[in-house]
């Protein structure tokens, strides 16, 4: 694998899409998980069904939106809204991330972000994790206007380092985001955390690991 660039997602990648909801499990209750996991399963089904609509609306603005659908269907107190969209404005890293990302930066790879989230959700999540010296780039859709897994937002690491697409390893916990990768051309790595099984969508990863750990194994 002739690797230049290391280009991650970042929800359910690097940074935990249900700690939000976990640190406030008291007040949701048992139902926090399912809660967490209804949640992330909307946001992101908004985001297809806006892209295909041709009717685009800010990361943010979706995750608030399907969070509005969540707090009715879970029975949560509207009051609770604004708490838990400050708290996933400041999502927790995995455990190994830092390291692992401190690990490529001293390897001179091209470390960046490519996600759905907006520039400022972006900043402000790597700023609140002490990331920002690490990564050369945020990529946002919002430069191209559509949600992953268009191939428009995977143009944009080839386009800025003038490189292969596969010269990228691209990492993903989104098995839909893996196989956009792939089917571009990237060497899609696929983070699977919770030993989940892979959709079938005319790809198939050539490499797959249980946290970002392994990756330093692999390029």
Known sequence: MNVKSVVFDAYGTLFDVNSAAEKCKDKIGDEWEGFANFWRTTQLEYTWLRSLMKRHKDFWKVTEDSLDKSMKVFKIDIAMKNELLNLYRTLSPYPEVNEVLN????????????????????????????????????????????????????????????????????????????????????????????????????????????????LLDII
Do not use: H
């Open 103 to 214: 690990n490529l930066k001293k390897k001179n790879y091209k470390l960046s972000i490519l996600s759905n989230g907006t520039p400022a959700l972006l900043n402000e999540l790597v700023k609140n994790n002490n990331l920002e010296n690490i990564f050369d780039d945020l990529f946002s859709i919002e430069e191209v206007g559509i949600y992953k897994p268009d191939s428009k937002v995977y143009d944009m690491p080839i386009k800025k380092y003038q490189i292969k697409s596969d010269e990228v390893a691209f990492l993903s916990a989104n098995t839909w985001d893996v196989s956009g990768g792939g089917n571009y051309g990237y060497n899609s790595i696929w983070v699977n955390r919770n030993k989940a099984i892979f959709d079938n969508l005319d790809y198939k990863p050539k490499n797959e690991v249980s946290n970002l750990t392994q």
